[in-house]
T-cell receptor, first 114, second 108 residues
Framework: SAVISQKPSRDICQRGTSLTIQCQVD?????MFWYRQQPGQSLTLIAT?????????ESGFVIDKFPISRPNLTFSTLTVSNMSPEDSSIYLC???????????FGSGTRLTVV | RKEVEQDPGPFNVPEGATVAFNCTYS??????FFWYRQDCRKEPKLLMS???SGNEDGRFTAQLNRASQYISLLIRDSKLSDSATYLC?????????FGAGTRLTVKP
């Protein structure tokens, strides 16, 4: 399956600032997915990022708050903008596995906003 | 109703025990089903896919009942290393939905 390098692994940020999370995949993939996992909860899809087009956001998530870039088939970034303590969470990127369905995840970014 | 619902847990079992997790899903058009394992402070990792005919991988058996929209995972002869959160995952048309997870602790 694909190997995903996600960074930073963790960060502590001041409210009102922004953080950009990067994911690099070792192979070309059509779609990349960004998830959020709040403490004690399961994963919630933020958006789907396709190369060459705007990301598709899920209900409750907007581009101004979570801008996404997808400059090529192996890389994507998610920015958490104007952060508040409610944004404290784990953010994960993922791609489809080589089998075409099941997803492989990056190691996650643990964000704490103070 | 949540799209994917799981036993809330936690399950605390002794080594060697057999434990079963259940999951129900709401979208009857769902195409594929999985169990993921997530260790504390780690990313989810695929444990196994779930097929209509049922499938087994060592001590792990997964079952799917499409009529009842129900998925199960059975772990036999539990090991300490099985302690983790198990996520039920349902896939339909590029849309992956995760259950909230069931926490398992296997004790010596």
């Amino acid at each position: 399956s694909a190997v995903i390098s996600q960074k930073p692994s963790r960060d502590i940020c001041q409210r009102g600032t922004s953080l950009t999370i990067q994911c690099q995949v070792d192979s070309q993939v059509t779609m990349m997915f960004w998830y959020r996992q709040q403490p004690g909860q399961s994963l919630t899809l933020i958006a789907t990022a396709n190369q060459g087009s705007e990301a598709t956001y899920e209900s409750g998530f907007v581009i101004d708050k979570f801008p996404i870039s997808r400059p090529n088939l192996t890389f994507s970034t998610l920015t958490v903008s104007n952060m508040s303590p409610e944004d404290s969470s784990i953010y994960l990127c993922s791609v489809e596995s080589w089998t075409g369905v099941a997803y492989t995840f990056g190691s996650g970014t643990r964000l704490t906003v103070v | 109703r949540k799209e994917v619902e799981q036993d809330p847990g936690p399950f605390n079992v002794p080594e060697g025990a057999t434990v079963a997790f259940n999951c129900t899903y709401s979208n009857s058009a769902s195409q594929s089903f999985f169990w993921y394992r997530q260790d504390c402070r780690k990313e989810p990792k695929l444990l196994m896919s779930v097929y209509s005919s049922g499938n087994e991988d060592g001590r792990f058996t997964a079952q799917l009942n499409r009529a009842s929209q129900y998925i199960s995972l059975l772990i036999r002869d539990s090991k300490l290393s099985d302690s983790a959160t198990y996520l039920c995952v349902v896939y339909n048309n590029n849309d992956m939905r995760f259950g909230a997870g069931t926490r398992l602790t296997v004790k010596p």
